[in-house]
């Protein structure tokens, strides 16, 4: 079942900032809040993950709300190779290797970038 | 380079062949996965192996072989596979199960 709910598309222009939302209402304390995306011929790739507090590395900002229930992946300058299907997972920590820790993939979001 | 490697990129099989895919990781991971990409719908999880033991079997059909020799290689043996099978089949590491994961670019397979 899917946990996460995400806009089907997106589209942005290059050079810009985009929000890329997701909501997950039905989190758990020990969920763990992944993105990946997906770029055209090619398999999945690590963004960025957090639980509670915004996190920031070279490729992306993760900014989680408060209550936990909705996250948004920040990507700061758009570029055209940032075109991809960006997912967003949950994954129970208390699981690995489990039904719920284990990585599984929505439709996610599919985004464009117009230059 | 990603790190994960797979072999053959692309495969075009009739539904009465045998072959395998095959995964190589160099990267010194623990865990190894196979997961199923059809058309138009979501990855889907098919195996892991953690420490070359099998922790998930996501009701795959017999059909499906996997086989982890070794930390570093995974295999997907095919038989008697049915056009619906025709997907991009991926193979992902990590360091452990808990940590993220690490794609190859797939295999492309067709089912005649």
């Known amino acids: 079942d899917a946990k996460t709910t995400q806009p089907n598309s997106m589209e942005s222009n290059e050079e810009e900032p985009v929000h890329l939302p997701c909501n997950h209402s039905?989190?758990?304390?020990?969920?763990?809040i992944h993105w990946y995306r997906q770029l055209p011929s090619q398999g999945p790739e690590y963004v960025i993950h957090g639980l509670t507090s915004n996190v920031n590395n070279r490729m992306a900002s993760l900014a989680i709300a408060e209550d936990r229930k909705s996250s948004t992946l920040i990507l700061h300058r758009a570029t055209l190779r940032d075109a991809a299907v960006y997912y967003c997972?949950?994954?129970?920590?208390?699981?690995?290797?489990?039904?719920?820790?284990?990585?599984?993939f929505g439709k996610g979001t599919k985004l464009s970038v117009k230059p | 380079e990603t790190g994960v490697t797979q072999t053959p990129r692309h495969l075009v099989m009739g539904m009465t062949n045998k072959k395998s895919l095959k995964c190589e990781q160099h990267l010194g991971h623990n865990a190894m996965y196979w997961y199923k990409q059809s058309a138009k719908k979501p990855l889907e999880l098919m195996f892991v192996?953690?420490?070359?033991?099998?922790?998930e079997n996501n009701s795959v059909p017999s059909r499906f072989s996997p086989e982890c020799p070794n930390s570093s290689h995974l295999f997907l043996h095919l038989h008697t596979l049915q056009p619906e099978d025709s997907a991009l089949y991926l193979c992902?590491?990590?360091?452990?199960?808990?940590?993220?994961?690490?794609f190859g670019d797939g295999t492309r397979l067709s089912i005649l």
């Open positions: 192996y953690n420490f070359k033991e099998q922790t």
């Open positions: 039905t989190i758990s304390g020990t969920d763990y």
């Open positions: 992902a590491s990590s360091q452990d199960l808990g940590r993220p994961l690490h």
């Open positions: 997972i949950l994954r129970d920590r208390t699981d690995y290797g489990g039904s719920q820790g284990n990585l599984i």
